[in-house]
């Protein structure tokens, strides 16, 4: 399975801005899917923002207009601007990634979490 390594996270005032990165972890024939998950202690993950196989973005409805997802496929990176962050984006956040390796076989990764925190 691909290793996917988040980094960027960290803690910001209510009103700033951080941004999400997530690398696979070795070279990876094509990207299928890529998305961004954030988790509460004790909650369901919860969707944030995705770019389907067709190239459309998808964002749930509390951060639309505030964070961007975007993908460098010859990186093998995904990446997750975030802007005007408030206390309600603190959580634990996740990447998701499908694609197909150099061996032909398909992967659906996971990243290890990173933490965001906004607070005064």
């Known amino acids: 399975q691909v290793q996917l390594v988040e980094s960027g996270g960290g803690s910001v005032q209510p009103g700033g801005s951080l941004r999400l990165s997530c690398a696979a972890s070795?070279?990876?024939?094509?990207?299928?899917?890529v998305a961004w998950y954030r988790q509460d202690p004790g909650k369901q993950r919860e969707f944030v923002a995705a770019?389907?196989?067709?190239?459309?973005?998808q964002y749930a409805d509390s951060v639309k207009d505030r964070f961007s997802i975007a993908h460098d496929i010859s990186q093998h990176t995904v990446f997750l601007q975030m802007t005007n962050l408030q206390p309600e984006d603190t959580s634990l956040y996740y990447c998701?990634?499908?694609?197909?390796?150099?061996?032909?076989?398909?992967?659906?990764?996971w990243g290890q979490g990173t933490q965001v925190t906004v607070s005064s």
């Open positions: 770019i389907t196989r067709g190239g459309v973005e």
């Open positions: 998701n990634m499908g694609g197909r390796k150099l061996d032909s076989f398909s992967f659906d990764s």
């Open positions: 070795e070279r990876i024939l094509s990207i299928h899917t």
